[in-house]
């Protein structure tokens, strides 16, 4: 007799995105002949920018002769890699990184949920709440307490310091779902906590690339001490249409520090190592070498003009929200924008409204948690014409309701 993992009961039936996808099905096989516009995961529309397609196929070719091919690589990611890592998303913003603390992976979505693996199930673990459920998710199936921080219009967004002692906190800026972001003095305060309280933050920061305001931080090791406290989370799904190619990485500084249950003190950049080297072969040569093409000339100019567009996206969505006299929050520095759905009206009853009577999907924000519940979030990932197309239609939606 095989005993399962009972925590695993303690999940949602289903996953938020899969939820979503399959209601979406059902009433595209009803309604075959509508027009559905997704605003609802996050994934992008744009293709692979043009200087990562050129170097995968070097790299496609480079694999087909004897003399080039390469076999299992590092683990941890190729040299050439984490080195344009290093020079290019830290050292500029002041940042030391050393190589060995970058370990490159198949996607944030994958390293948030393995990083549980090195930490003990009795940690105490917060969370905002909403949130991207993976955070949540891995956590209850790994068995762990959680304190929920709730993030809403009352606070402005801004998570407050738990008061009971917490040991691993996820902190995700700019936000999802909210498209919020955390200026440098608030963030510094969860710096000063977490060495406080000798907890670990692990920042989701794979929003970064969309942050347009002063002030906020890029990275948390922008903050001083973070280095001590943050493992951080990045991606390149969103900014160089990666979201079907794979590759984001994780840094784990040398500093960083758990202990185990007498307090001895173990270097977590070792744990993770030991288990990346277990769990994982590495990514793929041909996808290594389209991120290392994303830090050049050509790579870098073609990932603003992406950002530049979603960007617009989000601000025609949020202006014609606004318009329609929606109260609506981030997306400005986040592809992400957060309503408030009309009063009486629960997230999943404006989801079902919304795809039955102007084909258009989005994310209800109880979906993201208890906190979500009254709020909905849209993406500014789709095409503009469909951005555009969209708000027409959200307009004509909210007329009839008045
Ligand atoms: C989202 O819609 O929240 C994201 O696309 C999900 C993800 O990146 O896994």
């Known amino acids: ?94 940042i030391e990184i050393e190589q060995d603390e ?21 940690n105490k673990v917060a969370i905002t709440d909403p949130v991207y459920p993976v955070y949540l998710d891995t956590n209850i199936m790994s068995g762990r307490s959680i304190t929920y921080l709730p993030v809403t219009e009352e606070n402005n967004f801004i998570p407050e310091l738990p008061k009971e002692k917490v040991d691993m ?13 955390l200026k440098k003095q608030n963030l510094k305060k969860w710096v000063d906590y977490a060495k406080e309280n000798q907890s670990i933050i692990l920042y989701d920061a794979a929003y970064e690339a969309f942050i347009t305001e002063e002030d906020i931080p890029h990275s948390i090791y922008e903050i001083e001490g973070a280095r001590d406290v943050a493992i951080e989370f990045k991606s390149y799904s969103k900014t160089a249409g990666f979201t079907g190619v794979r590759c984001a990485y994780v840094v784990v500084p040398k500093s960083l520090k758990g202990y185990t249950k007498i307090k001895e003190e173990v270097s977590l950049n070792k744990l993770w190592n030991r288990r990346t080297c277990t769990k994982f072969n590495g990514v793929s040569y041909i996808v290594q070498k389209a991120a290392e093409a994303t830090y050049s000339e050509e790579g870098k100019r073609q990932i603003k003009e992406n950002i530049k567009s979603y960007l617009e996206n989000a601000r025609i969505i949020k202006q014609g929200l606004e318009e329609a006299q929606f109260t609506v929050y981030g997306g400005v ?19 079902d409204k919304l795809l039955e009577e102007v084909n258009i999907v989005g994310t209800p924000g109880s979906g993201f948690g208890l906190h979500g519940e009254g709020y909905f979030r849209l993406t500014a990932f789709g095409t503009k014409e469909n951005s555009m197309e969209a708000i027409e239609r959200i307009k004509r939606f909210s007329n009839k309701l008045k």
């Open 333 to 351: 520095n986040s592809p992400y924008i957060w309503l408030k759905v009309p009063e009486g009206m629960t997230s999943w009853e404006f989801f």
């Open 1 to 94: 007799m095989s005993f399962i993992n009972e925590n695993f009961l303690e999940l949602q039936d289903s996953y938020l995105f899969s939820t979503i996808a399959k209601k979406v099905a059902k009433y595209t096989k009803e309604n075959p002949d509508k027009k559905i516009i997704k605003l609802g995961i996050g994934d992008v529309t744009k293709p692979i920018v043009p200087a990562c397609l050129e170097a995968m196929h070097k790299a496609v070719e480079e694999m087909g002769t004897a003399e080039e091919f390469k076999g299992y690589g590092p683990e941890q990611g190729y040299e050439f890699l984490r080195k344009a890592i290093v020079e290019n998303d830290y050292k500029p913003r002041g």
């Open 102 to 122: 970058i370990f490159v992976s198949d996607g944030a979505k994958c390293d948030c949920g393995n990083i549980v693996d090195i930490f003990a199930q009795n």
């Open 169 to 181: 906190i996820y902190l995700c800026f700019p936000n999802n779902p909210t498209g919020t972001v």
